[in-house]
């Protein structure tokens, strides 16, 4: 089973997901950055998907550290907001972007996994 982690500082929206996708995935939770940086480096992650804006720090901010640590994980940025500076910067750094208030939001991240790639639309 692939193992994915999930990071959003939301409570809510994390424990959400978290329930969703352990039906897929071996779940993994963090809160923020420094958390997700704790657990990666503990745990052999076959994907990453993050909040872009938390308290700590942004998605960007992880992804760049996984980067720098040559590690190529698969990256979904997750943000409440859909603005076209969003979309850009996740795919400047090597992620895909999906808005949280996609109608098939798990389905999307389900096919990511599955196939490394962002489902058409």
Not at 9 to 37: C, H, N, P
Not at 96 to 116: C, M, R, S, Y
Request: aromatic letters at 10%; charged letters at 25%; glycine letters at 4%.
């Amino acid at each position: 089973m692939k193992k994915i982690l999930l990071v959003d500082d939301e409570q809510s929206f994390l424990q959400i997901l978290d329930i969703a996708l352990s039906k897929y995935f071996e779940t993994y939770t963090a809160t923020g950055v420094r958390e997700a940086i704790d657990i990666l480096k503990q745990n052999a992650i076959d994907l990453i998907c993050s909040d872009l804006y938390m308290r700590d720090g942004t998605g960007v901010d992880l992804l760049q550290e996984v980067k720098k640590n040559h590690r190529n994980i698969p990256f979904i940025l997750l943000s409440g907001s859909d603005y076209n500076l969003d979309i850009k910067m996740a795919e400047h750094y090597g992620a895909i972007f999906i808005p949280k208030g996609e109608f098939d939001l798990i389905h999307q991240i389900v096919t990511f996994a599955d196939n490394n790639k962002k489902p058409t639309e």
